[in-house]
């Protein structure tokens, strides 16, 4: 029996890596075409030779030999790429990059979950295992099955994982719950070696059904051939209730055989759609088109940006769904009755254990990666509840065993929930009622190893902490789709004053990407508002030149900043050039040549200032004698200076403290002080500005303050490209043709020409001042807040 369905198994395998592979194929990778063919073959003859056992394994082995040969070909080919760097490649194995963007017809990066095959691959494997006691392969599941069944589940637990990478919270959701699905097929099958054949005495698939069946309908919104594929899963739930043995027979086989198919289909158009410009249509418009009929209900617009978390930054989706629904599957598996004697009798370790405790610890790890604190640590916590207690109760380690020396380790479980009971009071209303069940839970168990849980507590304790767990579910599926209407989850019952207290005076955070949050900023600076700002360096503070009462707000709000002193920024030197006339012409050049770029200008101060409309702000810019002015390497900074005119700058954190590489760290400092943040994720270095004195920059000398981003070497040498051209005269790029003077010697050859016009250069760079350090007694007063 198990040599049948161990061929079967392999056969089931090859034939999904062959659509793997032929989705490769479709990329114009020809080896790849070939290996899928072969593999196709031999899965044909594989399956003729169970059919009918005369019929002989010569044309399986031969096709098994053309993948290995075909393969080993390929494998050495990407080695030799690989060493030579792509230099030498070997014909046939270069793998053709897909091209996205705009124009092209094919969905870009951040549209597409490309693990979503790998996903629907599973599901065929996992499906083929349960559908073969229907064609008569194997009579019923046995232990023979469950490598598959887990591989199969884990494989899928890696798809939740990328898919929330892509920010694709929804198709994370559906394989979190396959897995779990997968885990408990298995287990069931491992049971069957031990002689134990589980029951389920309570319909209990029959939540994992409705939220299936939830969760199809918010999929929807994806494309209406994804809601419909997981109306599938609904109806294998379904009959998994209308099992009480769980034996996976009868109508579960069915159900998996339709899902084998429809699974197919499924990779088919995926695959297709992810390469091809031609779309297979699968009524991605269908949802939409619906909802935008409803007035009262508005989407929630859908890009990469969507789910970025309100403070910090994130490469992971928000997972508090899958957090919530894997409650609601843990804590209604508990109400099931058993005896102590028998406990895996009854089928509930894997959902309390996989669908509390590691999926639990899944989102916990995720919500930290958003910044969660609070949620990640309640997640993470009752994660490691569920699998301790799910071990130890429903996999029987303890037996008849009560006493108060097992219910120490429970009594710490209490302690820690208290302090996320008392941690939800300043998160919602919602997050207290949760925690606050979570502990009755937790006291059911405490009764429980103590032998004094009273009859029923424990089944109305789960009832009331399953329904609180699906409130949220629903919450936070609607918080991903519509921006109205919301299922509320409450204030906070305590606030802090302060920063991140949950006070009323929150600044206005948008991400930096999107050129309407750059405008929103913009109209908050020119209403006299200061802002955090992302650069090419560091965060800065910011407010508007031509708003006085602004740039004395944005001193005064930093602390103890009386001594030191703002600088000036431009969007280009074409902000400058009402003063050009005030400057000297080697200065401006310099400054033509080295902006934009993250280098600080320090010179002399003067009458020009009161172009900008500073009024009476103006002495919070630089020293009496000088004044720092920068024209940034950075498109949303530019942008904004475009929009806003030149602006007063100054870092974003309090005197004294490190530089912020963060918009977060702008918020949780200034947070209260500032009238909007500019979020742009962690800063592209953690090095602050060059900053070069040019106060003597006409004596043909220029200093350094400081060597930041940009090195010394590469300021001098654009400096001294712009004092070579001074040098020679500027000359109009027009009237070069007609200056140039007839060749004196024209009977020279070429290396005597040469040789002179390198005499002639050598000479004439000689005569170059070299540039020299800042004199000790220069004011650097000025430098101390210069991003």
Known sequence: MFKNYSDCAVGSVELTLSHIITYFGKCGVVVLLIISLSISLACGHQIAGLSSPGFGQSATAACYLLVTLVGAYFGCGRLLSFITQGRVEAPGTGLRRRAGGQGS?????????????????????????????????????????????????????????????????????????????????????????????????????????????????????????????????????????????????????????????????????????????????????????????????????????????????????????????????????????????????????????????????????????????????????????????????????????????????????????????????????????????????????????????????????????????????????FSLTFLTPQLPLGRALVRLSGTGGGGKDICLHVPARKATAVHQIAEIMKSGGICGMPTDTVYVLVAACNRPDAVEKAYKCKQQAQDRPMSLWVSSINQLEPVRSLLSALLWDFMSAAWPSSISMVIARGPWMEMFGLGESAKHIGTPQSIAIRNPNCAVATHLINLVGPIAVTSANPTGEADTTHHNQVYAKLGNKVDGVLCDGPSPENIASTVVDCTKIDSGHIGFFRVGLIPKSQVLQIFEEVQKRHSHGQINPGFEADLIEPDPNPNLTDPQRNTEEDNSESTESSTVPPPTQSPANMDTSTLATQP
């Open 105 to 477: 017809g094919v969905r870009a990066p951040e549209d597409c979950n490309d693990v979503v095959p790998v996903g629907l691959v599973m599901n065929l494997l996992s499906a083929s295992v349960i559908a073969c006691p229907l064609l008569a392969v194997v009579p019923q599941l046995a232990p023979g099955h469950v490598p598959w069944l887990w591989t199969a589940a884990v494989f899928q637990l890696v798809v939740c994982v990328l898919s929330y990478r892509s920010m694709d919270s929804l198709t994370a959701t559906f394989y979190g719950f396959t897995s779990i699905l997968r885990f408990t097929e298995g287990y069931s099958a491992l049971l069957t070696a031990f002689s134990i054949h589980p029951s389920s005495p309570i319909p209990f698939p029959v939540v994992f059904a409705v939220l299936f069946f939830i969760l199809a309908l918010f999929s929807c919104q994806k494309s209406l051939a994804e809601g419909l594929y997981q109306l599938f899963y609904v109806a294998y739930t379904i009959a998994l209730a209308a099992q009480p043995s769980l034996s996976f027979q009868s109508g579960a086989q069915g159900v998996q055989a339709a899902i084998f198919v429809v699974s197919a289909v499924m990779l088919l158009v995926t695959s297709y759609n992810n390469v091809s410009a031609k779309r297979i249509p699968t009524g991605e418009g269908v949802f939409k088109a619906l909802v935008t009929r409803v007035s009262s209900l508005t989407l929630r617009p859908h890009d990469r940006h969507s789910q970025a978390p309100y403070l910090g930054y994130s490469r992971y989706a928000d997972a508090e769904v899958l957090g919530h629904a894997c409650s609601v599957l843990a804590v209604f598996s508990i109400t099931a009755s058993m005896g102590d004697r028998a406990p895996l009798g009854v089928l509930v370790l894997p959902w309390a254990v996989v669908a509390g405790g590691v999926l639990q610890l899944l989102v916990g790890s995720v919500a930290f990666s958003r910044g969660k604190t609070l949620e990640s640590m309640a997640f993470v916590l009752y994660g490691v509840m569920w699998s301790v207690w799910g071990l130890t109760r429903y996999g029987g380690l303890y037996g008849d065993t009560r006493g108060f020396n097992l219910a120490v380790g429970i009594i710490s479980f209490l302690l820690f929930n208290s302090l996320v009971t008392v941690g939800a009071l300043f998160l919602s209303v919602a997050w207290v009622v949760y925690a606050a069940t979570f502990h009755l839970i937790i006291i059911s168990f405490l009764l429980d190893a103590m032998g004094a849980l009273p009859y029923g507590y424990d089944i109305g304790v789960s009832i009331v902490f399953g329904l609180m767990s699906f409130y949220c579910f629903l919450s936070g599926l």
